[in-house]
């Protein structure tokens, strides 16, 4: 079954999530061939593995405190704060506290890894035919 995600003009809420984000999970919110947004829930001190996408990404921290590891260093996001990483760049996220995140992916035929690589989180199932 797909998952719904919103459509051209419709109006998504981004906003925190204050008490509930203890019980949120992470979501897809918008997906095209062209560009998905994840509203990504992490428990505090819950690591994301390292991973890359093959175009360049955004992290927004919606809520909470989480860091970005990077070859080049650590960034640590609080509320408001946005960081763009280069396409390829290995990350990864750990949560400081309960957090959320909105991340907008750039996709290529709705894949935002080219179907593999060392590293690479593919949103589509191999599996599946359509590979969707």
Do not use: F, W, Y
Not at 36 to 57: G, S
Not at 88 to 115: P, Q
């Amino acid at each position: 079954m797909a998952l719904p995600h919103a459509q051209p003009l419709d109006i998504v809420n981004v906003a925190p999530l204050g008490a509930a984000l203890g019980n949120a999970v992470s979501t897809s919110l918008i997906k095209t061939g062209r560009l998905q947004l994840l509203h990504m829930v992490l428990r505090a001190h819950q690591d994301q593995p390292e991973h890359r996408v093959d175009d360049e990404c955004t992290v927004h921290c919606l809520e909470g405190e989480v860091e970005v590891v990077t070859g080049g260093g650590v960034r640590q996001l609080r509320p408001g704060n946005l960081l763009l990483l280069p396409g390829g760049e290995k990350h990864s996220l750990r949560a400081r506290t309960d957090c959320a995140v909105l991340v907008t992916l750039l996709l290529d035929r709705g894949d935002a890894g080219h179907g593999g690589g060392n590293g690479t989180r593919s949103l589509r199932d191999p599996k599946s035919p359509d590979g969707a």
